[in-house]
């Protein structure tokens, strides 16, 4: 069975009064991430990797030399989708409930969460993510380079940002900076998040 690429789940211009143009997701979503999954299938037809979830794929694959381009396409695959679906029209601000307090709890404080996301996603080197984490039970700010993700570590995530140049480029040119700003400001879905913490 082949490995399908999941719908947006708003429209290309839904976020353009955020900061994101349509033609953003013209390339990311129909070109970039079109191309992973393409690529996935054109790489595990015929294997009994095809007939995996795609969680599995990425555990079995992410450690095995020779299975490298496989692990790629697959994390890309489901990282775009996760980071999608950490997007929402009218997004950002604080969380509330559960999540707000166990921020608080395991970062200090909102704004100390936020520092240190920050952080992660302006200094991860080139190519890469920027993750929430719940990691056995506490809360993480990570950054992973390329296509690794918190699946492939053995972690559950709750939030991402995409810092591939290709991200941001079309709207924020070259600065990362004002992109993850926007993205904490405007864009980021903490019901989504909050979703995923309590699953």
């Known amino acids: 069975m082949a490995f399908e690429q999941s719908p947006l789940p708003y429209d290309f211009n839904a976020l353009e009064p955020y900061g994101m143009k349509a033609e953003t997701f013209e390339y990311h979503y129909g070109k970039h991430h079109k191309t992973y999954v393409d690529n996935l299938n054109k790489l ?15 555990k079995v694959t992410y450690n095995d030399a020779s299975k490298q381009g496989v692990f790629n396409n697959a ?10 679906n950490s997007l929402k029209p009218g997004g950002g601000g604080a969380p509330t409930g559960d999540l707000a307090a166990r921020i608080d709890k395991d970062f200090g404080s909102f ?25 056995n039970g506490t809360l993480k700010v990570t950054k992973t380079p390329n296509a690794v993700d918190p699946v492939a570590e053995g972690q559950k995530a709750l939030l991402t940002l995409d810092v591939w140049e290709h ?15 926007n993205y904490l400001d405007n864009l980021v879905n903490w019901d989504f998040a909050a979703a995923n913490l309590a699953a």
């Open 44 to 58: 595990t037809d015929g294997t009994e990797l095809a007939s995996l979830p795609l969680e599995e794929v990425i």
């Open 75 to 84: 994390a890309q695959v489901w990282n775009h989708t996760f980071f999608w």
């Open 111 to 135: 704004d100390k969460f936020k520092e240190e996301f920050t952080a992660a996603a302006t200094t991860q080197f080139g190519s890469g993510w920027a993750w929430l984490i719940d990691d």
């Open 167 to 181: 991200a941001y480029y079309i709207d924020f040119r070259n600065a990362r900076p004002a992109f993850i700003k």
